[in-house]
């Protein structure tokens, strides 16, 4: 199941900075801002699709293993 977590971990973490990135660039008040708010905002995305990963990784292996 790690490795199910790794792959998806890996996606799910550059899609939520992705999306974070784009508020923050196309939001005036937070585009003033952002040389400090990328790297904190992409640094929380991969924080935050670590336990996102593992629950779609356990979904995906009870889903597989029947």
Known sequence: MFKIAAVVWI???????????????????????????????????MVAAMPLSYLVARRISAATSS
Do not use: D, K, N, R
């Not at 550059?14 to 040389?35: F, K, M, N, R, Y």
């Open 11 to 45: 996606m799910l973490a550059v899609t939520l900075a992705g999306i974070s990135l784009l508020v923050i660039v196309t939001v005036p008040a937070l585009a003033e801002q952002a040389q400090f708010l990328i790297p904190v905002v992409c640094g929380g995305a």
